[in-house]
């Protein structure tokens, strides 16, 4: 008995020690591998949204080439003779070779160049310990410490290294989208070491500092 009384006080803070680990008991919250990959694969060029102003250059074609395009709500733009092109999610350069793949069957090597006029479509919520809480309309690619620096930096109660990236992520064949938690250090952001480092957000990515 009194063998078994040892060997649970020995269990007892190993124990403890993972629920710490795993985060339930508001400590730290394990990276996955899922996590890292997004984090990881954060965009390294803007991609294109809803609301944000286009202006399509043609080469050497006035009627085809239009100003102040808006992508509208479902992600598309429209464009003469070739009709509605998917823009959301794509870059300019991605949009310019689509379109200009699209024009082929109406004219003769087409050259075709996007421009971002206005960002509309890029946005991130700071939220937690930080001085100025809320949602960021940004209008370029913001790292992590960025958008803590946005929201007026840490507030003397943060826990600067238990930040967390929630990150929403498609799911693959047609299931919902899921809800990635990426844990960041503050010193690894800072020191540039760690799994991923200071990485991009996405558009709607949630910074969160307990």
């Keep these: 008995m009194k063998i078994r009384s040892i060997i649970s006080e020995m269990l007892v803070p190993c124990v403890l020690g993972v629920v710490l680990l795993l985060g339930t008991a508001g400590c730290y919250t394990v990276a996955t591998v899922e996590s890292i990959d997004e984090a990881r694969n954060s965009p390294k060029e803007f991609l294109l949204g809803p609301e944000d102003v286009l202006d399509i250059l043609v080469w050497k074609n006035e009627e085809l080439s239009q100003k102040a395009v808006v992508v509208r709500p479902d992600g598309k733009i429209s464009m003469p003779l070739i009709g509605e092109v998917q823009a959301n999610g794509l870059s300019a350069n991605e949009l ?109 990515d949630t910074v969160v500092v307990p």
Excluded: C, H, M, W
């Design 96 to 204: 310019s070779a689509q379109i200009a793949g699209k024009l082929k069957a109406f004219k003769d090597n087409p050259v075709v160049t996007v421009s971002v006029k206005e960002v509309n479509s890029y946005y991130v919520y700071v939220l937690g310990e930080v001085v100025k809480p809320g949602k960021y309309q940004l209008k370029s690619l913001t790292t992590v410490l960025q958008a803590v620096a946005i929201a007026g930096g840490f507030n003397v109660y943060a826990a600067k290294n238990r930040l967390q990236v929630i990150r929403q992520v498609s799911g693959n064949d047609n299931r919902e989208a899921s809800e990635i938690r990426i844990p960041v250090r503050y010193d690894d952001l800072v020191s540039g070491t760690g799994p991923v480092g200071n990485f991009i957000l996405k558009t709607g």
